[in-house]
């Protein structure tokens, strides 16, 4: 089984519209959670981390389910330059510093 | 600040050939990753370390894989001979220092094995 587990989408979906993704990881020790941004053949980049109270970055908000084992991501009033693919990262903390990714949910937003 | 500098962007070989990527990270990070990422799949670890100490090469597949970071600095991931199946994009990355978990990416070097 597979750490962090992720629908690969596409989402398409209309400019202003709100959107969520989720990722579930198997490994109840996992320590910290993060969400990368990865744009069309380019690098991934850290986009927030996630809390256990949970937590907003502007149109983002994170949140962590740890009895389920379950991270979120919701977008709210989409840009056309929020297109990119969404990596659910996890790290267990006996490895400390080896992150785990997801393969990443896809989502293009249109006008 | 300049960020993690990879070459060559792009690689074509021939299966059985050799092949080096090259990666300088981003000036203090002690911490550098080799990451491997096959089409449609996220990134998975190949080899990380601190300074120059190789602290977890358990996902580097040790019979054609080598890898090395002398003074602590420039890093250099070695395939020999190349399989049709290691075409995937090699991305490094380095951090401060262990348990910093945001890690910055270079842009990664594309390696087509034909």
């Known amino acids: 089984r597979k750490e962090v587990e992720q629908d690969p989408g596409p989402f398409n979906v209309p400019e202003g519209a709100t959107v969520a993704f989720n990722c579930t990881y198997s490994n109840s020790a996992s320590q910290s959670f993060f969400w990368y941004r990865q744009d069309c053949r380019k690098e991934p980049k850290l986009l927030m981390s996630v809390y256990s109270s949970g937590n907003e970055d502007g149109r983002f908000t994170a949140q962590l389910n740890r009895a389920s084992q379950y991270i979120s991501l919701l977008i709210r009033d989409s840009k056309l330059s929020d297109s990119a693919t969404y990596l659910c990262v996890v790290n267990r903390g006996s490895t400390l510093g080896r992150l785990y990714f997801g393969r990443g949910t896809q989502l293009t937003v249109w006008p | 600040e300049a960020g993690v500098v990879q070459s060559p962007r792009y690689k074509i070989i021939e299966k059985k050939q050799p092949v080096a990527f090259w990666c300088n990270p981003i000036?203090?990070?002690?911490?550098l990753y080799w990451y491997r990422q096959n089409l449609g799949q996220g990134p998975e670890l190949l080899i990380r370390?601190?300074?120059?100490?190789?602290?977890?090469d358990s996902q580097l597949p040790k019979d054609r894989f080598s890898a090395e970071r002398l003074k602590g600095v420039d890093s250099t991931l070695k395939i020999q001979p190349a399989e049709l199946g290691d075409s995937a994009v090699y991305l490094c990355a380095s951090s401060w220092r262990r348990g910093t978990y945001e890690q910055y990416f270079g842009p990664g070097t594309r390696l087509t094995v034909t």
């Open positions: 000036s203090g990070h002690n911490t």
């Open positions: 370390y601190e300074n120059e100490e190789a602290v977890d």
